[in-house]
Each structure stands twice: as C-alpha cells, then as structure tokens.
C-alpha cells in the first residue's frame, strides 16, 4: 500500500543564539506515529513548533499538503492551520467548564457540535463526569484529558503532541495512549515528544532520536529498539547519556 505524505521537509534550518536545528531530508506519513527521542535542548519542541508554523525556520523548506512554505511565506491559509492541533505538556485551558473546552474548536470553527461524536470521545477519555466542572478544579490528569479531547473534537489531520504525559500517573498514561490509539482509525499524522522510551515503544510506529539540533537515526520501531543502525542510538537507549 502506498503511504500517503503529509510533510515533507528539506534543508531545514532553525537558528537561534547557540543553537542550531538542521534536518536534511525529513518526510511525514498519513497514518502514523512518528516518537520525537532526545535529551532536553535536543530541538525536539522547536521542531514541532515548525510543524505547527508557530515558528518560522532560518532557512529550508516545509512541504505540507504538498505546498511549499519557506521563511517567505511561512503561513499557511487558516483552513490548513486548522488541521493541525497540539497538546503540550501543561494544558492551557479556558477558565470556562470542561465541555465549553471541549466544543470550543469547533465553535471558533463555525461547526456544529456532533453530541454523539463529542461524546464518544468524552467516554473514551473518562471524564464524562467532568463535563460541567470548571476547568480551574481539574487534576493535572483531567485537564490533559480535556486537553486532548479539545484537540481531537475536530477530527484534526495532524497530532503534534509535546510530552502530553509527562508527570502524569499510569492511569491516565494509558487513557491517554489508548485514546489515540483508537483515533488512528482515522489515520493521522501523529508526532510525538516523549521523555520515555517505553512510551515509544508501545505507541511509535517510527522513532526519531534528536540531539543537539541533528538527527541521530529515524528508524522503524523494531529496528529502533531491537537493531539500531546508530552506536549513539545504542548508548542512548542504554542510558549512557544523562540528561
Ligand atoms: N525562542 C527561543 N529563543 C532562543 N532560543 C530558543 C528558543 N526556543 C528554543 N531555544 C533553544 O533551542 C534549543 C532547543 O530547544 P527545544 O526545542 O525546546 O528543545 P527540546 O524540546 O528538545 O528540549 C535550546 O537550547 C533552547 O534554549
Ligand atoms: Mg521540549
């Protein structure tokens, strides 16, 4: 089956003082989980902030739908913006309740709210029992779910996901994870920042190491963690660099 391309980046260059961002050849895929891996100050954030087109790159090209965008003309149409969403680690919600959250997107969308399709997302999430609560009482766990569920409500094409689960406790790791792994049914492109290597590994279809601003090995998951082609890779995973 051919895999369909959703981004495609060439000769990316993102400077700031002291730290450079240089990816080569980078491509995206329809349908998968693409785990972003590295120590703190990797690039990991700036990457996907390029991705979102919250941060325009020095130099380089970012192909996405097929369209070229490069520092000159680094803003997409609002309809292509809008199939992109993001979860960073610290949820920034509406001091409104958790379901005008929710419905939010697609209320600044101009769309009308599926109850069935909100709600399906709602149980998956576990906090149908939240729905009226004012998000300034959520737990660190519920808001992320909220979080998510805010970010998936518009059925968005890309996922770009920064360390959602960090600091957040098993259960609602695995909500989390399980959440979007029902929503590839609906293939997106996922990107994924993870501190854990276990995350990846049960959620990553490909796995992407970064460190200082370069990429060390993109590789399929099994070869990732089972064969990399990298002796950095290996000293990574093995704990040799601390960070
Ligand atoms: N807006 C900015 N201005 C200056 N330096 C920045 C900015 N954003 C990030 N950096 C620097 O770029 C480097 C990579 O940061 P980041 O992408 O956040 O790394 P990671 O997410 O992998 O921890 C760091 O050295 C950081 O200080
Ligand atoms: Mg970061």
């Not at 149409?77 to 409104?96: C, G, N, S, W």
């Not at 399709?117 to 519920?142: D, F, K, N, Y």
């Not at 490909?206 to 090995?217: D, F």
């Amino acid at each position: 089956m051919e895999k369909m391309i959703t981004y495609q980046i060439k000769g990316l260059v993102k400077e700031y003082p002291g730290f450079t961002l240089k990816i080569d050849d980078l491509t995206l895929y329809r349908g998968e989980i693409f785990c972003l891996l590295g120590p703190s100050g990797a690039g990991k954030t700036t990457l996907l902030r390029i991705l979102n087109f919250l941060e325009e790159p020095t130099a380089g090209e970012v192909y996405y739908g097929g369209v070229k965008y490069t520092k000159e003309n680094f803003n997409p149409p609002l309809e292509i913006m809008r199939e992109i969403t993001t979860v960073f680690q610290r949820p920034a919600l509406l001091k409104e309740s958790v379901w005008n959250n929710i419905i939010y997107p697609l209320k600044i969308r101009g769309q009308k709210v599926d109850r069935e399709e909100v709600m399906a997302i709602v149980e998956e999430l576990s906090i149908a029992q939240l729905l009226h609560r004012p998000c300034t009482t959520l737990s660190g766990g519920e808001a992320q779910r909220v979080a998510l569920a805010r970010a998936l409500v518009f059925k968005p094409r890309v996922i770009l996901l920064d360390e959602p689960t960090a600091n957040l406790d098993p259960n609602n790791i695995r909500i989390i994870e399980d959440m979007m792994t029902k929503y590839m049914e609906k293939k997106p492109t996922v990107v994924w920042i993870t501190h854990n290597h276990f995350q990846a590994k049960r959620v990553g279809d490909r796995i992407c190491l970064l460190e200082e601003g370069r990429v060390v090995e993109i590789n399929d998951k099994e070869n990732f963690f089972t064969n990399p082609s990298q002796k950095r890779t290996r000293e990574f995973l093995a704990g040799e660099m601390f960070y």
